[in-house]
């Protein structure tokens, strides 16, 4: 039996007969764009998330982009931010012209460290810009208690939950910490949309006016533009696909985290191995279950062999990438953030996971770390 790292399909099969009235709804209604199912599921993610303000975008890369702008974000100014994650929070920094500035990760993490953070703070930081790895928040109060500038004013912080939709920390929800919050509604994230989609969250009047402005090529009133945005809009389809999905968005979040529960106890105590280790007040929701492993090469090709899914995530960090090369940063800048590079390894995990699917990895990931188990 192989075991998929991911299949969408499963989802679709069991909400279908909700899903297909609720598209065509909005193809007989022809508001494709704005609306009603907008509005509605805004509403609701806003109270989800635990804030007054929710606004639909088209991606999650959008999300961060507009959140940015929204900030007046200028050439020359700095985001304080980690150097291990998914491209776009950092492409976003620099589409306007504006510099990331790294921290490293923490020891045991695989979110920014936010010891590191006083540090990297100067006087041209303009927001702090935490990504809620795999699922797990970063370590927000530490994170809140530094989001100030040199001289004492608060500094925004922009959560990216793109992958953390669901995660709570002390608490509360990702998203509702800082001065917004992107999420991304990509099909495998864990509120997944049927292509492109993203929504910021704020509890800020100011901000979240800001944002819909931007959102819709800074237009006030309609034709007249006050400042340049751009169409960042949320589908009403993809909108009424997600409305389904967000009334099973806590099963899911649940079974992911039975998944992960699963795989914390069968996976204990191997040699090469160091499973996720939340710390206190962390209630991850496992986007990704992510592990280390000593011989990666070694267990991908066991479990290639066994027909079990994994992914890398992510085979090489930001700071070195050629695209950033005018930053002037080098390899061994970042040894965490560099070292995790080498060793992570994204097992099998989203909601409709089989249970003997989930036995058949772990007995696998087993195999594969024994010593003298045949690589191919
Ligand atoms: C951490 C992180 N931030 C941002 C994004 C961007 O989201 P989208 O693909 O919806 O643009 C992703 C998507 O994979 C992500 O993983």
Redesign the pocket.
Request: negative net charge; without cysteine; aromatic residues 16%.
């Given at each position: 039996m192989a075991v998929p790292f991911f299949d969408l399909t499963r989802q679709y099969a069991a909400l279908e007969d909700d899903i297909r009235p609720a598209i065509d709804q909005v193809l007989r209604s022809q508001q494709c764009i704005g609306g009603p199912v907008v509005a509605e599921l805004e509403e609701q993610l806003a109270r989800y998330v635990g804030v007054r303000h929710a606004v639909g975008v088209s991606?999650?890369?959008?999300a961060?982009l507009l959140s940015l702008m929204a900030l007046n974000l200028k050439p020359g100014d700095e985001v304080v931010t980690s150097p291990f994650?998914?491209f776009?929070?950092i492409g976003s920094v620099m589409r306007l012209g504006a510099t990331p500035v790294f921290v490293d990760i923490e020891p045991d993490g695989f979110n920014l460290d936010p010891t590191r953070l006083t540090e990297a703070i100067g006087p041209r930081t303009r927001a702090l810009l935490p990504?809620h790895?795999f699922g797990q928040c970063a370590q927000m109060d530490q994170v809140m208690a530094a989001a100030y500038s040199p001289t004492g004013e608060a500094l925004p912080v922009i959560e990216?939950l793109?992958?953390a939709l669901g995660a709570q920390f002390e608490g509360r929800q990702a998203g509702s910490f800082g001065a917004a919050g992107c999420v991304?509604?990509?099909p495998t994230k864990n509120l997944g949309a049927a292509g492109?989609g993203?929504m910021v969250f704020t509890d800020d009047d100011a901000l979240h006016e800001r944002l819909r402005l931007l959102a819709r090529h800074g237009a006030r009133p309609k034709y007249h533009h006050i400042e340049v945005g751009g169409n960042f809009r949320l589908d009403a389809i993809q909108a009424a696909i997600l409305s389904v999905k967000l009334r099973h968005l806590e099963a899911f979040c649940e079974r992911r985290r039975a998944h992960a529960a699963y795989y914390d106890e069968a996976l204990a105590g191997l040699e090469g191995l160091t499973l996720p280790s939340p710390g206190p007040g962390h209630q991850p929701v496992h986007n990704q279950y992510v592990v280390r492993v000593a011989d990666r090469a070694r267990l991908v090709a066991h479990l290639q062999q066994r027909g079990v899914g994994s992914a890398v995530y992510y085979p090489e960090a930001l700071h070195t990438q050629p695209a950033l090369k005018a930053l002037g940063y080098q390899r061994g800048d970042f040894p965490r953030a560099e070292k995790a590079c080498e060793e992570v390894l994204a097992l099998p995990i989203f909601p409709e996971l089989r249970v003997e699917e989930r036995e058949q990895v772990a007995r696998a990931v087993r195999e594969g770390l024994q010593p003298g188990a045949p690589a191919t």
């Open positions: 991606s999650g890369t959008d961060l994650t998914f776009a929070p990504i790895l990216d793109a992958q991304s509604f990509f492109d993203g």
